[in-house]
């Protein structure tokens, strides 16, 4: 499938990976973080993708209001959109993953009702681990 591109953002799906891509190299005004994530879903839908990788590196910070979204709305009805769990790495910059509120804002996901059984995810500063996670996350279903 050839990317879609949405102002500056490269949504594709990566059939030989088993990966749905989305690169956010720079902060977006034309689209709002809800916009595209609604696109992640609906590409998701259509490749049946599972495995996700959010770089998100240049992206910028979301708003309060996004970030609830997702932790409220986006990622608990992730499963019951789409049948399954969904494992998402998030490629960041290390000031970003080195960020107390950023951490902080993680532990709480983590410890919310739909972590583990409708998503996942773990933040990485090099692309290769952040594959090598999905990778595992691949391998581990295979087993199940």
């Known amino acids: 499938m050839s990317p879609l591109f949405l102002d500056a953002i490269a949504l594709t799906y990566r059939p030989d990976l088993d990966v749905l ?42 708003s309060k209001e996004d970030v609830d979204w997702l932790r409220e709305t986006y990622f608990p009805a992730l499963h019951g959109q789409l049948g399954h769990i969904t494992h998402v790495a998030y490629l960041v910059s290390p000031a970003h993953a080195n960020d107390l509120e950023t951490k902080s804002s993680a532990t709480q996901m983590r410890a ?14 090099s ?12 391998l581990v279903e295979v087993v199940k």
Do not use: M, N
Request: proline residues 6%; charged residues 25%.
């Open 21 to 62: 891509i989305l690169r956010w190299p720079q902060p977006v005004y034309a689209f709002t973080a809800r916009e595209v994530y609604q696109q992640v879903l609906e590409l998701a839908k259509d490749t049946q993708a599972r495995y996700w990788l959010f770089d998100i590196r240049s992206r910028g910070p979301l």
């Open 127 to 138: 692309e290769t681990e952040a594959l090598h996670w999905l990778k595992k996350c691949q």
């Open 112 to 125: 919310l009702p739909w972590y583990g059984s409708g998503a996942d995810f773990e933040g990485f500063t």
